[in-house]
T-cell receptor, first 114, second 114 residues
């Protein structure tokens, strides 16, 4: 069965510093990959997704993620974070062989300090 | 355009009772999926409905059930509540049968079982 591992449960970082949130998934023939963000007392918001094509995907607010099939990774990066990026981030995978559902990682709490 | 609406936002129930949660998808969306979020288990898939039919079900006991109405609104029911059912229950809607590729999540219903 498909699984997702987020390697860091908490990532503290100073404002304007770069950040990388790491995500690995178990191998599968074909997967779709997602990053979601959750702010306190809210639902999940889609940040970006990889379906096919270019291995580098970008979001409108400066985040990017690179699909690496050989390393089964989908790490999320931002070159300069803001206080407002403080939130929990979830990596997720959809293995269409297991039906239309998302398998989530345990989440990474990003804390941006001034 | 209204988003995904989940009601109620907060709920407190006593162990042994039953509870019904409601999810109204974005207008025109036909697919609704439910997820449970707890600190210990993270985000776990409950079920997916499309055009009033359950298409996929997660590994939850039979106490957890759901349905979808002709207007695409969905309800989930948990009977004989246990303390471990305390969680944030999230629903996600999507336009068509390729649910996971275009989820929009609601803000969730926070259920506390005492």
């Amino acid at each position: 069965a498909q699984s997702v591992t987020q390697l860091d449960s908490q990532v503290p970082v100073f404002e304007e510093a770069p950040v990388e949130l790491r995500c690995n998934y178990s191998s599968s023939v074909s997967v779709y990959l997602f990053w979601y963000v959750q702010y306190p007392n809210q639902g999940l918001q889609l940040l970006l997704k990889y379906l096919s094509g270019s291995t580098l995907v970008e979001s409108i607010n400066g985040f990017e993620a690179e699909f690496n099939k050989s390393q089964t990774s989908f790490h999320l990066r931002k070159p300069s974070v803001h206080i407002s990026d403080t939130a929990e981030y979830f990596c997720a995978v959809s293995d269409l062989n297991q039906g239309g559902k998302l398998i989530f990682g345990q989440g990474t709490e990003l804390s941006v300090k001034p | 355009k209204a988003g995904v609406t989940q009601t109620p936002r907060y709920l407190i129930k006593t162990r042994g009772q039953q509870v019904t949660l409601s999810c109204s998808p974005i207008s025109g969306h036909r697919s609704v999926s439910w997820y449970q979020q707890t600190p210990g288990q993270g985000l776990q898939f409950l079920f997916e409905y499309f055009s009033e039919t359950q298409r996929n079900k997660g590994n939850f006991p039979g106490r957890f059930s759901g349905r979808q109405f002709s207007n695409s609104r969905s309800e989930m029911n948990v009977s004989t509540l246990e303390l471990g059912d305390s969680a944030l229950y999230l629903c996600a809607s999507s336009l068509d049968g390729r649910g996971v590729l275009s989820y929009t999540f609601g803000s969730g219903t926070r259920l506390t079982v005492v």
